[in-house]
């Protein structure tokens, strides 16, 4: 099974424009994405989906950068054309945030090892809440798997909801990263924003309304992003900080 890693990163971020291009320590957020994403084994191709040529310069001094419409309504559809744009031989593609520089090695051959299952169509990662405040928290999105690990659904809304109140369910955090079967990738990214989609604005959820399978795994790691220049300075921090 060979897989291909790509990066979609964007320039034009309301919140922090330029985001990918900003210093953390030394080394600029998208080059320690890819830097993580180089430490795998056995993959067959990494590169930065973009739609910038700031970023394609910067990435190409390290790495490779793949010119992208400027269009894209998400990074899965970036990541379709960059994968037909590549040259890549792979079965499966994995998608990583290119806003999460913590990301490690070992989430990303977790997302590629699920495929070794060839009924795998979709994969991502979950880790449990360990907070009150955060199964509240409309910005952190839930995910209920069945007992083969599938994803049963996503929500901005506490999922499961416990009726009883006499116990407190286990809840899980979506992790978003994904991966995806190339064949899979190229039917999804035709598909057109279903229902559920709309309503909790989570793309995943149009996958699933379509019938597609989304396989699981845990991870106990949960990466900072950088939305805005104020998780920079938080990230910095984590930098210096971190063991």
């Known amino acids: 099974m060979k897989f291909c890693i790509l990066i979609p990163a964007r320039y034009g971020s309301t919140r922090f424009p330029g985001k990918p291009l900003a210093d953390l320590g030394g080394m600029s957020i998208i080059q320690r994405v890819w830097v993580a994403a180089a430490s795998c084994s056995g993959h067959s191709g990494i590169a930065v989906a973009t739609d910038d ?9 390290f790495g490779k950068a793949i010119i992208t419409d400027t269009h894209h309504p998400s990074g899965t559809d970036r990541c379709m054309e960059a994968y037909e744009k590549s040259g890549f031989e792979a079965d499966v593609v994995v998608n990583l945030q290119g806003d999460e520089p913590f990301i490690k090695m070992e989430q990303i051959m977790s997302l590629a090892s699920m495929f070794e299952n060839p009924e795998v169509q979709i994969a991502t990662l979950m880790k449990v809440i360990k907070t009150a405040s955060e199964v509240d928290n409309s910005n952190v999105v839930k995910v209920v798997t069945d007992i083969h690990n599938k994803a049963l659904y996503f929500s901005r809304s506490r999922i499961p909801f416990s009726r009883e109140n006499d116990s407190e369910p286990t809840y899980y955090r979506h992790i ?32 699933l309304e379509n019938g597609y399978h989304i396989a699981v795994a845990e991870t106990g790691w949960q990466s900072p992003a950088v939305d805005t220049p104020e998780d920079l300075e938080k990230a910095k921090d984590f930098l210096t900080n971190q063991p």
């Not at 040529?53 to 001094?61: A, G, L, T, Y």
């Not at 995806?180 to 149009?206: F, W």
């Open 53 to 61: 040529v700031r970023i394609e310069s910067h990435v190409n001094s």
């Open 176 to 207: 978003g990263m994904y991966a995806y079967r190339t064949d899979v990738l190229g039917s999804i990214t035709r598909l057109r924003p279903s229902r559920l989609e709309l309503t909790e604005k989570l793309e995943q959820l149009r996958w």
